[in-house]
């Protein structure tokens, strides 16, 4: 099922900058970023609903400037859906729960496990670092 939000409570929660990516579908500037060289142990979830997006176990440094996974955190976590936009075919990569723009998929078949890079901004994700035990 589908979380919604009101435009008016996310614009009171989210940045400016964050707003413009999470729901107009924008992208940050590469390396400008606060989570792409974050290299701490944790889980990576969406700043709008929470669901569960990314382990920090399949974060890796792509070059891309911007933050990148070789795979989802769990089955269904995102949906991956086509871009046509600025005359290139992409995937678009949302939060399966809330929809949130998050950023795009390719493909990656010399480079990862997976044959896929996740490459995400920072303002799409929400670091929780693992609990010291
Ligand atoms: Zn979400």
Redesign the pocket.
């Known amino acids: 099922m589908a ?1 919604q939000f009101t435009d008016e409570e996310l614009r009171k929660r989210l940045t400016p900058e964050e707003y413009h990516i999470l729901r107009e579908a924008g992208t940050e500037a590469p390396y400008t970023g606060k989570l792409l060289e974050n290299k701490a142990e944790g889980t990576y979830v ?6 569960e997006l990314f382990s920090s176990k399949t974060k890796f440094d792509s070059g891309s400037g911007w933050p990148s996974f070789y795979d989802v955190a769990s089955t269904g976590s995102v949906k991956l859906v086509p871009d046509d936009s600025l005359g290139m075919h992409r995937v678009e990569v949302l ?6 723009h998050l950023g795009h998929l390719f493909d990656d078949a010399k480079n990862q496990p997976t044959g896929q890079r996740f490459c995400i901004n920072s303002a799409s994700l929400k670091f929780m670092p693992k609990k010291q035990s």
């Open positions: 979380k969406c700043p709008v609903c929470g669901n939060c399966a729960v809330c929809g949130s």
